[in-house]
């Protein structure tokens, strides 16, 4: 098995950057979901609630951030440990991040139509909520955990039960594996690449989000391709339950990775039940 692509997400929610190599820290792959909108409330916004944040393209150069819509542009120099905080809700989590400023909030309001900010999380501590992790481990502005690893060829099979294939993307995955069987990452407790072991402590449930382009920032309405996984990839337990693809990940150190690295199985565990609708 191997590393078939790596994807960043500079802005929790925007468009992915994809990259040939990262590093991965304790929060997660570096860049990755470090910069987030919120609303007017400091609330988090993603493509649930606003599909079109898929169509902002997102770019690290160096110390700043860039952005870009329909032809508007704007770089965003990372605040400095002084810079003002606020107080902002993720899920049931309320954390400190660092305002990006008014030019920023401007473009942020201006790109997505209503009255929005743009914060940074730099060194700022946010620790995973879930059960499945040790206290105080530490992630991003993601959902919940840092790293998200899925793996091409069980999307293959997906593919093969939808009207019309989709892509990976959908799924907005950080490590994408390929090499394996359909679905053996339900079996993967722990991976290994090259020196960084990652834990992998709970599959992913999907959302409303895998429906939407992520190219263009539009949403389909078929449901697909959560209408065809709930025809097989439906999973009924406590603290769980929802249609599954993909691992969630925990690195546990750091370390470079590469398109191409190898990718080895540390771990086992049992392949969760799926409940068999019909």
């Known amino acids: 098995m191997k590393v078939e692509s790596l994807h960043i997400y500079p802005v929790k929610g925007c468009r992915a950057v994809d990259v040939t190599e990262a590093a991965i820290e304790r929060r997660g792959l570096a860049h990755d979901r470090r910069w987030m909108i919120v609303d007017e409330n400091y609330k988090f916004v993603t493509q649930r ?24 542009a704007i770089g965003i120099d990372f605040p400095t ?75 293959a099979d997906l593919n093969t039960k939808m009207p019309a294939p989709l892509p990976m993307n959908r799924f907005r995955p950080n490590i994408v594996v390929t090499g394996a069987p359909a679905w053996a990452e339900d079996m993967w407790r722990k991976i290994r690449i090259r020196d960084v072991v990652i834990d992998l402590p709970k599959p992913c449930l999907r959302c409303v989000v895998t429906a939407t382009d992520q190219q263009h920032g539009m949403r389909g309405e078929d449901n697909e391709p959560l209408k065809t996984l709930k025809t097989f990839r439906l999973m009924r337990e406590a ?19 590469h398109l191409g690295d190898t990718v080895e199985v540390a771990e086992c565990q049992a392949a969760p039940a799926f409940v068999k609708l019909g």
């Open 239 to 257: 603290g769980m339950t929802g249609v599954v693809l993909g691992q969630n990940g925990i690195p546990e150190g750091t370390g470079v990775i």
């Open 49 to 72: 609630e606003v599909p079109a944040m898929a169509a902002i393209e997102t770019a690290i150069a160096g110390d700043m951030l860039a952005l870009g819509l329909n032809g508007s």
């Open 81 to 155: 440990p002084n810079a003002p905080k606020h107080t902002v809700t993720i899920w049931k989590q309320q954390v400190e991040a660092y305002t990006a400023g008014a030019a920023a909030d401007k473009w942020i309001t201006s790109a997505l139509g209503f009255r929005a900010h743009l914060v940074w999380q730099g060194g700022l501590p946010r620790s995973i909520a879930s059960t499945q992790a040790t206290p105080d481990t530490p992630t991003s502005f993601a959902d919940d955990f840092p790293l998200l690893v899925t793996v091409s060829e069980s999307l």
